[in-house]
């Protein structure tokens, strides 16, 4: 058996289709940024190309869901792309072709599932992989998502349900699948007054793709996760999620902070917990309504960078890559902020109020990096921590975004950052 | 219009089939309890004879659900009885038989209804009454039953939502029901984490009652209501839950004294809080390892029906009335006791202590009347309250279980009771 | 024994020094406003004359508390008037020359208190009335006040616990007191974690008030009361409040809504839910940053007055009187307003949504009284509720506030009120 | 500066009052256990020697706390040891001597103090060390503790407050003071309903001790520490509490599974979440209805010392040394438990059932080291995890308690305990 934290050595880094298609992203798109990818970010390590919600839904088109829209299934219950958005899977090739044309780019492919079993197959009375079981049987009828009427939950305990699963990761083993997402499944105490599944549904997908024969990273949603269940996230996960979805709002942003304050410990040998994708560049591209570029300021993407980078999460881009700007296209190119993301340990908040937070780090090279954020309004100065400073000797600090570097004892170090900015300095 | 009060100026009083029948009851059970109530019951004050749920489920046989099983609907999404276990329903009759063969024995009908739309009708893409609306268009469909899976929640602001529930009140109406449970709707604060419907959906219901062209009695389910929505449930309805499903357990009876208490201001005027069901006699008639005559001694049996007298609840029957014996006759039967529930006033707790309850009203002709309640396992005295003791002369007090009367100065009355026992007597 | 609900047959009214003179008030204060109802309300029904609290502290003099403040005592632990501020309470006389002036102009005389016993008897190791008892002996020393310092709570089971409180009453009934605000002691969950010591010292101080041989109303602060505990309230006191302190700020007066349509089936008979004093005329007298003429507009003071008379809450009137102006004491003299208030009954909320509640009651002589409140900001219009129109004729209608009287079939009859405003008929 | 986490850079190992002499601990007992572990223990590793609560109070005397007790304490509201119990302290010298005595075995002293300021020293008008400032100035009137009437918190925004508590480990530092475990502090969301002021009160105590010019550990008491403020504890303190009083009760012992499942990621590094005293060996010496040897079996004492060995807790003895017998002496001065628990890396559970635990750790030479541990009350066979099996060669596995070896493949090794029963194996 191999072990689960092989398959994320490092942050996994990557775009997902979310942010800018909502539930209505098509092949075209998902090869689109997957070109994009290969031509100007794989170089920087970024390799995820991740299909989002409603890839068996025919009529999906925004990011609002259909209630009761009837899902493409086959005999066994199991999801299936929609052909008229996915042509690639006619003839009952589900992802293959789209997974092998990603895969020859150099990437990687991954795709986004609800936890649990169609309500649609229980009220045809479909079966599922094992014989003389039927969809209905598996069924957690109570454990229902709050926001998406697709599925039921499935009860870890019926006969069957491990079964199903198994069937539906082989499937996804066969496709050439390397990353999946489970949605309503990461708040565990969502529904405290229930029986709810999602704790034993996470050893269940765990046990389906340690034996499925294929690495894929796990990937667990929607926060946010309750720190009391880290161990249970550790030992089964390979990302999963803080927060409820994130989007560009400073508010969001700003709450971010607090937890990755609590959470810091659990990060690093293949267990990444998640801030969530990262809402820059072109979203929501086909909602009329709410079509944008990012609402953040330069200066808060750059905060927000900074922190992802600095706390190790995953790097999951949310917008249409190919329409970004040169300046989106620097916050993903800047090679020792990625070093940072993927190569630094030691990681941890040092001071944490309500106005500013300060990390710090070790880098690939032994050396500390310390990154500065003023979570208020107002300017505010930053001094090196006491216990930062060892000695009285001239240091050289590397400003890693901006790439200069000042020379200076440590203690007389002092900056003054506007309100929402931060800076991350190399000490060497 | 009319007062929805007027439907119950005193306590309801009947049978239903739940306690005994569980979800199997059938047409000739309901026929052979309302026999025994014109019999036995009827000079009494019992009435209502009321169907309990599962009625348009063919294969519901035991006190079990059964999971997504198929359920008897109209083309308007309106589930009708299964006529095998139904016969007169026949050729759309409904309950328009049964109702009249029970108004022919000078008895009242009830049935029990689950809120919401039969998720089967979702699935099958049926319509309702109203012109080009589907079943799933005013589904609310996180707004599940935690124990049941056959409805969804209905969304109240959807078009069309208050026409279905108009068309199902008056084809009740039209069958000459008197009475409707419905069910998965009083405990208003079940699922805080979301925009549970059954507040609207109470409302809903009030209103199409109100439209239908017939009185009926509307009692709500299951308890704990919460008493921040006594208002709520004071307007809208004539009986609601104060618990969970009430059964043959003293620890049940002791905490449905709190209950009284925290509720007794709100009974009265149509309105009666309702401790549930008397699971008294023969229970679980038809399920082999549950079938028994309720676990209560006579002595909490009287306990029991006292409280229930004194803080006037409803009354209605859980056992199979034909196989009563005759103490549990006898407690039906005592024009006292129930004179107490459907006719006294100023029915209050005098005092709520861990071991011991007393409460006092006026019987309808002005006489005090007291029932001391021991809670505890031991033997406990009891005196006549300070409070109540208006004078040093001699009063007669009859014990209205046993018949008969003592008469002293209130001052010197003492009785000790057993554990679990009761007593009740009216001064003059 | 007498029946403590015989001390306050209808809701209390009266003046209280908190609202104008915070912790500062002076024995000239009382006599003052004293004096204003003597010749401007006592006609109206006006009566109690209510010292707020810290009059045992020499230096009290705003309304913000001094912190372990040096208070004065008797030798029995027991709190007496600081001399500097209540110069008849010299030579050991208490309040009971100021009781008597008050007596003398025909009106009533109440104080407040903590519940508890002082810190400083603990610290100083004083006794308390019964022998070989200490004031630490009865102190419960979790149970503190978390917004005033003088007081430890008292363990009720505590041998010595009744008596000291016995000592209380007896002395506040020499001095001939009529009223007592007991503070910190209403909401009784206040602090789940722990033994709080409250509700059963609310027991004690009933038993102290029925032995001290002088009718008192026991009024409870502060709120929020929880219902839950209704019936022990009800028991034991004759006023409690139904939330924090309230203020003129429309914020608290809309959600005082909702509270009395939660708590209305409580009131009557000796209890009186209590809305807290009216925060209208001259507030904070003496304190330079907030002294001020009530904020509330005028629309909204008439709608303050109209919901605490139909919800008969008391009327203790918070500003210095003295310097009302002629629309404040408008407020109080209107003699129908007051008989709602007084002698209404059958008072009950008929709608409560988030933008309007309507609200019905039978005036004395049995006509229905309704009052509809408009809680938005804009103009919503009002008919009569179907339920209140019982037939087709010409009925007359009276603004109570205004006088006018017209003349229409009740359901022609349709207001537009502008946000936060009120009107209140009588229909004949 | 240094870095607070050198102050214990393992878990602190050592001897605690509590358990055995409760708040009556004295001088003559302190050495007789510091000479005990002289001549038995040190060569292991136990050092420390920490006298628990109340040494400042005269009368202390049994595990009962005095309420309202008189305390002993200097010119600046600072406490200090009764002399009558701590002969020593005389003349002003405080535990300087005792300290000293301690110091000359070649072990460490410790204290405890419950945070903030004696609440006496408040009623008595007493100054702190600041000029012009009174202990009542700096007290936090609400933040009392629920179990001990000593103190009120400290105000940590009040001008003297850091003063205050410098003042008081300025002479903790001139006694000799090692350690230092302060009461009523860790559980900082206790009293949530309140500004409680433990979080300010543990970084102002920081700030004195790294301000002091001498190394102490700081503890924190009492549990449950909660887990979001997991960073500001890792920041602040050496150990902290998991739990509220552990003792000898097989349900606390079992609970605690749970805790270090919870907590494991934040220990290392000067940081050791505590698990509580060991009670162990002669409990409660000096009272009489108490006094006894632990309730736990030795089965259970195995299992005791296996989980804070491989969790990495904290190792303080808390029955009085003299009077161990043989296998609790051998508890204590097992190399290989005791080398675990010193010098393992990467402690980790595998598995977390209701009724079984694996933990797993690296050794100080990177053998791999596994503890089984039955929860239940049967019999229960234990494998293996897959993950640990790299090869299929035979290795072998010494049982660290008994001390055998075994040589088996790892896929075969299979072992059944008994209920309540633990197991630790070393592999290579």
Known sequence: MKNKNDAAKTPPMGWNSWDCFGAGVTEKDLLLNAEYIRDNLKEYGWEYVVCDIQWYEPTADSVRYHKFA?????????LIPAENRFPSSKGGKGFSVTAEKIHGMGLKFGIHIMRGIPRQAVYE??????DGVFAGD???????????????GVDANAPGALEYYQSLFDMYAQWGVDFVKVDDICNTEFRPDNPYSAKKEI????KAIDNCGRDMVLSLSPGPAVIEHGHHLSRNANMWRLTG?????WDKLKKMFRKCEMWYKFTGGGCWPDCDMLPLGHLNVNDPGETRFTRFTKDEQITLMTLWSIFRSPLIFGGH?????GFTLSLLTNRDIIDINQSSSNNRPLISEDDRAVWVCDDKNGFKTIAFFNLSEDEISFKIPQELIED????????????????????????KLCGHC???????
Chains 1, 2, 3, 4 share one sequence.
């Open 203 to 206: 050893e269940l997908i765990r």
């Open 392 to 415: 009285n000797e001239i240091h050289s600090l590397k400003d890693l975004w901006k790439g200069d570097i000042i020379n200076c004892r440590l203690c007389d170090y002092c900056v």
């Open 321 to 325: 890559l190919p329409d970004n700007d």
């Open 245 to 249: 979805d994130f989007w560009d709002d």
């Open 138 to 152: 598996i069924a957690a009828e109570y454990s229902v998502c709050s926001w998406n009427t697709d599925m039921y």
């Open 70 to 78: 009837p899902l493409c299934m086959d005999e066994f219950s199991r």
């Open 125 to 130: 009375r479909r079966r599922i992989i094992k």
């Open 422 to 428: 931060s800076k991350i300095l190399r000490i060497y």
